[in-house]
């Protein structure tokens, strides 16, 4: 493949020997890790098995982009860190004014014809030259593979990937392989997040997030490192993409909150301050996200509208995302126009593009992947009789979270990414949000009709803080114990 600034990059034969001992000193380090825990938390024997699909996921993705697609969105980001990783050899000092300056044009003054120069385009866009800063030091651990640094990033992201089974898997344990496959296992997921790409990165922090949020308000453990966690995944996802922290923040918020107050026992406090409650949080998220509006940029509250309308037209139109896309109508820049979208986009975003939709490998795989989880919805459709739908939603925090975040993301990334190409990388934080909380919900099906027919009296409140005897439900019991004996 032909990168100007750099020549001709090829794979050698080198790289697939250094590749095997990268890999085998990744799979060394969590294999230690699986070995040391598995024994007191047997949920830990996916740890290696969710590794492998990550890894796969990277080598496919190179190969495939390497070889069949020759070029593309991680080549730019690969070939801006090739210049980077040559001037951190060639001068160290250099590199780390230009890894923590401003990307502006004049920073390629660092640059020259041995190292080569970062692309314009992406050096001035702070989104995506902030991939470039995050695989710059892993390119020149790699010796400037394009090969070894994916399977590099990809075994960087896992951790982020599996904190989130983790949180998970603390509610409802009984639920380990459906929560396994909602993780860990969707090949969008997979192949997409597993690349030099914003996606890799944007969905680790994004997983990252949610396990600090619950570390920091339910678990109350490793409070000091949760936090870091927090501030670094806010940080990430602002930097790269905003419009997912703009959909967790409030979600993770909505989940705190309702936890919460679910758990007064006065029913009149408990209805008065509901409302109370969420009003608080409104005026909260708008706050907040009012503040970061120069951090979110075109995604701020004061241009979304502006966006959203600009984007649909723009990918529309833009050749290298091919003639793959999908119209949900004509859009004025008015919250009521595009709100009216909201089940166009929706649908979009959860289940297109369909099996007849699909004219390539990568697009089948996505189809199937499509036709899959609008089964596993009807299913749900079908068990809930659409009467206990609500109930088993708005009863649990955590499903309350998991459709909260489905929606609200499901929404922007349908009615602002109208390409098929884009849409399935775009969605990927919804995946195991989505069948997370379709999972949680047949569960709760179940438990109640095993109870009715048992002839005892099922009630959601006792699996508010997950299923009983989960590590999550533990918790809140010996967190009530301490309270008590602090008083």
């Not at 020549?7 to 050698?12: L, N, Q, R, S, V």
Request: aromatic share 16%.
């Amino acid at each position: 493949m032909y990168l100007e600034y750099h020549g001709w990059i090829t794979i050698d034969y080198w790289e697939y020997s250094l590749l095997f001992f990268y890999l085998v000193v990744i799979y060394l380090y969590f294999a230690r890790r699986k070995n040391m825990m598995v024994k007191e938390r047997p949920e830990y024997k996916y740890l290696l098995w969710g590794l492998y699909a990550k890894l796969i996921g990277g080598v496919a993705f190179s190969l495939i982009y390497f070889y069949y697609y020759s070029g593309g969105d991680t080549m730019g980001y690969f070939a801006c860190a090739l210049s980077m990783s040559k001037l951190l050899a060639q001068s160290p000092l250099d590199f780390f004014a230009v890894l923590f300056g401003d990307n502006t044009v004049e920073m390629r003054q660092y640059f020259n014809d041995q190292t080569g120069w970062p692309y314009i385009y992406v050096l001035t866009d702070g989104r995506q030259w902030m991939v470039v800063r995050l695989i710059s030091l892993v390119t020149f651990l790699s010796f400037n593979s394009y090969l070894i640094t994916t399977v590099i990033v990809a075994g960087l992201t896992y951790a982020g990937i599996w904190r989130l089974f983790l949180t998970l898997h603390r509610y409802f344990p009984s639920l380990h392989r459906e929560l396994a496959i909602a993780v860990l296992f969707m090949p969008s997921s997979i192949l997409w997040g597993s690349a030099i790409l914003k996606d890799s990165f944007t969905f680790s922090a994004f997983c990252w997030f949610v396990y600090a949020m619950d570390q920091l308000f339910f678990a109350r453990r490793d409070q000091i490192s949760a936090t870091a966690a927090l501030l670094i995944s806010s940080f990430v996802l602002i930097s790269i993409k905003p419009y997912i922290f703009m959909a967790i923040f409030p979600t993770s918020m909505v989940w705190v909150l309702y936890k919460r107050l679910a758990g007064i026992r006065n029913v009149m406090v408990k209805y008065v301050l509901l409302p109370i409650g969420f009003a608080a949080l409104l005026v909260v998220s708008v706050l907040v996200l009012g503040v970061l509006g120069d951090s979110l940029g075109k995604f701020s509250l004061d241009s979304a509208l502006e966006t959203v309308v600009i984007s649909q037209a723009d990918m529309k139109r833009a050749d290298e995302y091919g003639e793959h896309f999908f119209d949900v109508g004509d859009m004025e820049a008015s919250w009521g126009s595009v709100l009216a979208k909201l089940p166009a986009a929706l649908n979009a975003a959860l289940f297109r593009p369909y099996l007849i939709e699909c004219h390539n490998f990568t697009m089948m795989m996505s189809g199937l992947e499509n036709l899959w989880l609008l089964l596993l919805f009807m299913r749900v459709l079908w068990a809930t009789r659409l009467v206990h739908l609500p109930t088993a939603i708005t009863k649990n925090p955590l499903v309350l979270m998991c459709i909260a975040f489905t929606v609200i993301f499901g929404f922007l990334t349908g009615i602002s990414t109208p390409n098929f190409g884009a849409l399935v990388r775009f969605k990927i934080p919804l995946l195991p949000m989505f069948v997370s909380g379709m999972y949680i919900i047949l569960f709760l099906l179940r438990q109640r009709r095993v109870r009715t027919r048992q002839g005892f009296r099922f009630r959601y409140e006792d699996y508010r803080d997950g299923e009983p005897g989960s590590a999550a439900a533990r918790r809140v019991v010996e967190l009530a114990e301490q309270r008590r004996k602090g008083r």
